[in-house]
């Protein structure tokens, strides 16, 4: 029982790393736009970084995936998803912004 | 082929106790998987078609105009705690704790969804008064095509999370019943990783670009 | 929006009836014929399942069924009656267009309407079931699985799909359907240009049946994942569950773009939002690109199960082990990724750079070399074979000249300077006509002759097999090679009418074949009730009348509810042709254990009904109608997920007695040798008279 209520202590532990790793990295997103206004591209650049490294922490530590044998089948599907993702969402935008600029829809 | 033995399931799994649970759940867990797997393509193209028409406001109020970021703080940080609480709700589950303590934290998480929802909507309120409705331009209908599609995904988890309450009760804790709370708790973490995608897009983004 | 009534804008004059009363005309007399038929269809039916009072059967042992193999054979009854409609269609337009410069019998709007339904009906409602149907039918058997993944919700997909595609029926009696083609390329089908109901049924039945797929993708991915034999790893699966794993993944991340776009079209049509309206920053371009993000995707989750049904084809009938297993995995996979880095070929000319176009039209050229690959391993499978020109071989080397023509033909048009050219001609259709028909269409055709035996334990007649294959490999010559020629003459397509006189002998020619074509979807029919009438003569009890490689064929035909007395235990590719070199093809088995299988359910009909109500109510605005039917949906769905006993046992002991009946019928069987496959003595017992070549 002992060594079950110890599991039971390290996985909650792992879900308040989790948690509180999140609040961080969410807390210093809406200071940065707060302290730096939300004008300029190198601002933004931040606050997706920080964005992307809130979803590996989440990843991580609420969905348990990490690249132990077990979660292998759900890493390559989540990894095959992304790919298709990327594939899907740049391949829209550089389409679209190129018709976009060629077309002269928007001030540019 | 011979699967692991052990939770051979990714992501979340209900541990040796409940091994039958464990195995039972393992298909339909890796088929969920697959399901939001596809949900986020959905999701992954709203926000391709959201970035190609931020800048299509037709004269229309724009995101400086609409976003209260105030109200997307609260917002954030009540998500982000409901994913603890269904996380624990999971924990408790796996490690017998006392009913109660499961019915407690899905009770939480619960409350927390619906004021995430009493929150969002309000804003889209706010949003409409200031003139900010789907009809009035192409930025906007993309707005409102993504992020109540993130909105009726919290409450299909809500009404979700209600029905596996009544199920508690009327089942008890049986495989069954076991292998549906992972998976809610899996659609739940998913949808705290999408709304990251929509502050850090459609929010932060659409200030910056839009 | 506007007020509407308690039918919505349902009325009266919403009824072609109503047109041939107040003008009858040639093109109100086709509308209503085409309805007519549709109603005497129903009501012929519905009188025959009354008068032989099969009522009660046909619910207990099919539609409540959650059988994969019932449900699969279901999927493929629904794709031959709407593969007649399309085909019927087809030949309609043909006339038309054959009439004569100026001519014709049909208005632009009615021929309009035609290409329209043939399209999305020979996508998504022959394509697409009669690929699920085999695959269905299939994978559990190959896999050595007792079903598939998710039973119930196979059968809510048949469900979807089904009430999505008698929406399309329903138009051809209640207004009209979409005029946009099967693409419905907005603002045309927007609601400034399109206010009326044709868009909207595009729309429904496209949102329906693209979630009845999706689910289906699920199913299949998991159950290839998950459900495999012992020792079935993944290097050991027949190629055919390879194509279904790909296509699987195409579904899983291809039907979103279609689903997003269908329901952005609806949002602009229903809600007035500015996705992809003319005026208020809507953009119709985003629209073309989601579509295609699918379409592309979509074309080779259709040809990869018909490659891989070729596969198995060519192995059994050369006798041989199936050449380069290894390349045609890796080339499967490949074309799978590939496909969905080109979907700007379908529109080159929107506008692009010339960078963009170069980019993406090499991508499509690469999808050749895979393409390729099989081919190559196709030819050197029969080389040196031991075959025999029985129906599925016959389609496989029509196939294989004739895929090649509409794969180059794809090649050229790969090429964006090029495709300026012939884009939105004949050509284009003659290109993809030649690619589906000789690919899918074929595929889907070998495989129905291949494994009806299997399904049903008898074969199908061998004679009207090679006439349907004659009628099919020259109707299709005639009717689309000659698009080639006036698709590079200039003639654009989806044109109801036309006026260069030097287009006339090439459309004659097209429509002779499409009456080919015609007489050949009568020779299936035909081959299908012979082949009832003399069943007695073609019984192939034991399970394996064409000496065949998988284990699909180690089992009774038709096979027992659990497939499997005993799942095998697999210890090599093509374990089963092993087996039989060894002598050991059917072991008795030391011990029999209790099956538990799933339950009948009516959930599948209820779903199936009720989103075929909730399409209709949504299509002529009657909200309360439709907001009724999404509450008991979601009630039924809810309250079905409280049912327990979903499963029923089979004991050990009635397992064993009908396993060892069939094992006392395979030992008295007399062996049969390949030469007289097709005599009556062949009782599905093979006698492999040639060692298996490696």
């Not at chain 1, 599907?77 to 790919?83: D, E, G, K, N, T």
Request: proline content about 5%; glycine content about 8%; hydrophobic content about 55%.
């Amino acid at each position: 029982m002992d060594k079950r209520s110890e599991m039971h202590r390290r996985e909650q532990r792992r879900y308040v790393i989790g948690y509180g790793g999140s609040l961080l990295l969410t807390g210093t997103v809406f200071t940065i736009a707060y302290v730096f206004g939300i004008e300029t591209k190198g601002v933004y650049l931040a606050i997706a970084m920080l964005g992307l490294a809130q979803l590996v922490v989440q990843l991580v530590y609420f969905l348990h995936i990490d690249r132990r044998r077990s979660s292998r089948e759900d890493l390559d599907l989540i990894l095959f998803s992304v790919l298709v993702l990327l594939i899907i969402i740049l391949g829209t935008v550089w389409i679209m912004g190129n018709l976009a600029v060629r077309m002269h829809t928007y001030p540019m | 082929m011979k699967r692991a033995p052990t939770h051979s399931y990714p992501g979340l799994n209900l541990g040796r106790r409940h091994a039958s649970a464990d195995k039972a759940s393992e298909v339909v867990t890796f088929g969920f998987w697959v399901f939001l797997m596809s949900d986020l393509v959905y999701f992954g193209l709203m926000f391709a078609i959201y970035i190609t028409m931020i800048d299509a406001q037709a004269g229309g109020p724009g995101p400086h105009d609409l976003f209260n970021m105030t109200s997307i703080f609260a917002q954030t940080l009540i998500l982000l705690t409901s994913s603890l609480t269904v996380g624990l709700a999971m924990l408790a589950l796996k490690y017998n704790l006392p009913r109660w303590r499961i019915v407690f934290w899905f009770s939480v998480t619960l409350v927390l969804g619906i004021c995430f929802l009493v929150l969002e909507i309000r804003d889209f309120m706010d949003m409409a008064e200031k003139g900010g409705i789907p009809q009035r331009s192409g930025f906007l209908s993309a707005f409102y095509g993504l992020v109540p599609l993130h909105g009726v995904h919290v409450a299909a988890g809500c009404l979700w999370l209600v029905v596996l309450g009544i199920q508690l009760r009327v089942f008890g804790l049986t495989d069954l019943v076991m292998s549906r709370v992972v998976r809610l708790a899996l659609f739940w973490h998913f949808l705290d990783l999408i709304w990251i995608g929509i502050i850090t897009i459609v929010y932060f983004g659409g200030l910056t670009y839009g | 929006m506007t007020e509407t009534g308690f039918f919505g804008r349902l009325t009266w004059d919403s009824f072609p009836i109503a047109g041939l009363m107040k003008d009858p005309n040639a093109n109100e007399i086709v509308a209503n014929a085409a309805a007519g038929v549709m109603i005497v269809g129903v009501i012929a039916v519905v009188g025959l399942l009354t008068w032989f009072r099969l009522w009660g059967p046909l619910w207990r042992n099919w539609l409540t069924s959650a059988d994969h193999k019932k449900i699969g054979i279901m999927y493929i009854v629904f794709a031959i009656v709407m593969l007649a409609r399309g085909v019927l269609e087809g030949v309609v337009m043909r006339a038309q267009q054959a009439a004569g410069p100026g001519e014709g019998f049909l208005e632009a709007e009615h021929f309009a309407e035609l290409f329209s339904t043939h399209g999305t009906i020979m996508i998504f409602f022959v394509a697409v079931p009669f690929v699920f149907g085999i695959a269905n039918f299939l994978i559990p058997l190959m896999i050595g699985a007792r079903d598939v993944a998710f039973p119930v919700m196979n059968q809510i997909s048949l469900g979807l799909t089904v009430s999505a595609g008698m929406m399309l029926m329903v138009s051809l009696v209640v207004g009209q359907f979409s005029t946009g083609g099967w693409t419905a390329y907005p603002p045309y089908t927007g609601a400034v240009f399109n206010p009326g109901v044709g868009p909207d049924y595009w729309i429904w039945a496209i949102v329906v049946s693209g979630s009845g797929t999706t689910l289906t993708g699920i199913n299949f991915a998991v159950t290839i994942y998950k459900l495999r034999a012992p020792g079935m790893t993944f290097m050991r699966l027949p190629i055919y569950c390879w194509t279904i794993i790909s296509s699987s993944i195409l579904i899983v991340f291809a039907m979103p773009p279609l689903g997003v776009a269908a329901l952005m079209l609806a949002a602009d049509r229903y809600l007035d939002f500015h996705f992809f309206t003319n005026d208020l920053g809507g953009n119709m371009m985003n629209y073309a690109n989601l579509f295609w993000l699918f379409g592309h995707p979509e074309v080779y989750l259709l040809v990869l199960p018909a490659y891989g049904i070729f596969s198995e084809v060519f192995a059994t009938f050369s006798a041989k082990r199936l050449y380069g297993y290894n390349s045609l995995v890796i080339a499967t996979m490949c074309i799978a990724v590939l496909s969905f880095t080109v979907w700007l070929h379908h529109f080159f000319t929107m506008g692009q750079s010339a960078l963009i176009n170069a980019v993406f039209g090499i991508a499509t050229m690469l999808i050749a070399i895979p393409t390729g690959v099989k081919v190559y391993d196709w030819m050197a499978t029969l080389y040196r074979g031991r075959i025999r020109f029985s129906v599925p071989m016959l389609y496989g080397l029509a196939f294989l000249m004739l895929f090649v023509i509409g794969g180059l033909s794809g090649v050229i048009l790969a090429n964006p300077t090029v495709d300026y050219q012939v884009h939105n001609t004949l050509f284009l259709v003659a290109h993809f006509h030649n690619v589906l028909l000789p690919g899918v269409l074929f595929g889907l055709l070998a495989g129905y002759n291949y494994w009806f035996p299997k399904a049903f334990g008898f074969r199908l007649n061998e004679a009207w097999g090679r006439i349907s294959v004659v009628l099919w490999t020259v109707g299709f010559m005639l009717t689309f090679l000659p698009l080639y020629f006036v698709g590079l003459m200039g003639m654009p397509r989806r044109s109801y009418s036309w006026e260069d006189p030097s287009f006339h002998p090439f459309m004659i020619v097209a429509f002779i074949g499409a009456f080919v074509i015609l007489s050949a979807l009568f020779s299936v029919i035909i081959q299908l009730w012979v082949s009832i009438r003399d069943r007695e003569k073609t019984q192939v009890p034991v399970g394996d009348p064409w000496d065949a490689r998988t284990l699909e064929w180690s089992i009774p035909a038709p096979p027992p509810p659990y497939n499997f007395a005993v799942i095998p235990q697999i210890t090599d590719r093509d374990d089963f042709a092993a087996a039989k070199e060894r002598g050991e093809a059917y072991p008795s088995p030391d011990q029999y254990e209790d099956i538990s299988m799933p339950r009948n359910t009516g959930i599948g009909f209820a779903i199936c009904v009720l989103s075929g109500i909730w399409m209709f109510a949504l299509v002529w605005w009657i909200w309360w109608l439709a907001a009724l039917v999404t509450v008991l949906m979601l009630l039924s769905f809810i309250l079905w997920t409280f049912r327990l006993d979903t499963e029923e046992v089979i004991p050990a002991e009635e397992v064993r007695k009908q396993h060892e009946a069939w094992l006392d019928l395979v030992n008295s069987a007399k062996p049969v040798d390949r030469d007289h496959e097709t005599a009556p003595e062949n009782r599905g017992l093979a006698r492999p008279d040639l060692k298996a070549v490696t």
